[in-house]
């Protein structure tokens, strides 16, 4: 049977979700939504890097170039982590108040995303 291990825990202020394992660096990538924060953890140092942005950081997937693909609001973007830079690849629902929510690639490269409404509160949608 497998061993289950808590690595990070408590690093989140509000949702993280979208865990994605880097097998290049080693390391743990996880967005916390509603903070605007993008997390890599390194388990071999126990350091748990965060990148701040000025909107809500919902998926974060690795290119093969190194840098990642990440949404932000209603934006696909290219993030490169050492720089910071942003540059945005595709914008969705621009007369809408929807965001990206999650996405992952599918085994061919295709990344998969899905948006959602405004929540009003928790579990509750305009």
């Given at each position: 049977?497998?061993?289950?291990?808590?690595?990070?825990?408590?690093?989140?202020?509000h949702v993280?979700e979208?865990?994605?394992?880097?097998?290049?660096?080693?390391?743990l990538l996880?967005?916390?939504?509603?903070?605007?924060?993008?997390?890599?953890?390194?388990?071999?140092?126990?350091?748990?890097?965060?990148?701040?942005?000025?909107?809500?950081?919902?998926l974060?997937?690795?290119?093969?170039?190194?840098s990642?693909?990440?949404?932000?609001g209603r934006r696909?973007a290219?993030?490169?982590?050492?720089?910071?830079?942003?540059?945005t690849?595709?914008?969705?629902?621009?007369?809408?108040?929807?965001?990206?929510?999650?996405?992952?690639?599918?085994?061919?490269?295709?990344?998969?995303a899905?948006t959602?409404?405004?929540?009003?509160?928790p579990?509750?949608?305009?």
């Open positions: 049977m497998a061993k289950v291990e808590v690595v990070v825990q408590n690093a989140c202020s993280g979208g865990p994605h394992w880097e097998d290049d660096t080693q390391t996880y967005v916390d939504i509603n903070s605007n924060n993008l997390h890599r953890y390194n388990p071999a140092t126990g350091e748990d890097t965060v990148k701040h942005f000025k909107g809500t950081v919902s974060v997937v690795p290119r093969r170039t190194g990642y693909v990440i949404g932000l696909l290219l993030f490169e982590w050492d720089t910071g830079m942003v540059s690849i595709q914008e969705v629902e621009m007369d809408t108040g929807n965001r990206f929510n999650d996405g992952k690639c599918d085994p061919k490269g295709r990344l998969w899905g959602m409404g405004p929540e009003i509160g579990t509750q949608f305009e």
